[in-house]
Nanobody
């Protein structure tokens, strides 16, 4: 059974940092591309960052230069380091992977950026 479990969200002031983690089980983690999506209140879910099985990364323009996605294949975990956070980064952040055209999602972790 595929499971993705996010953690690390919380309340942070503008300019602060958070590190999100997504622990996975039930998959051969090392062979799959992993994604972080986010969904702000009243908005559609959007792709924030991607890391391939080879470690290549890609970012949405809105987070480029501030967020860093990484993975630890030994721990079956993907991370999202978020720096210089802005109020507009407030959202629920979801971990995602696609296996044979099927999307798997975690339940999400709330990130709130506010003074």
């Amino acid at each position: 059974q595929v499971q993705l479990v996010e953690s690390g969200g919380g309340l942070v002031q503008p300019g602060g940092s958070l590190r999100l983690s997504c622990a996975t089980s039930g998959i051969i983690f090392s062979i799959y591309t992993m994604n972080w999506y986010r969904q702000a209140p009243g908005k559609q879910r959007e792709l924030a960052a991607t890391i391939t099985n080879r470690g290549s990364t890609n970012y949405a323009d809105s987070v480029k230069g501030r967020f860093t996605i990484s993975r630890d294949n030994a721990k079956n975990t993907v991370y999202l380091q978020m720096n210089s956070l802005k109020p507009e980064d407030t959202a629920v952040y979801y971990c995602n992977t696609r296996i044979t055209s099927v999307d798997f999602w975690g339940k999400g972790t709330q990130v709130t950026v506010s003074s």
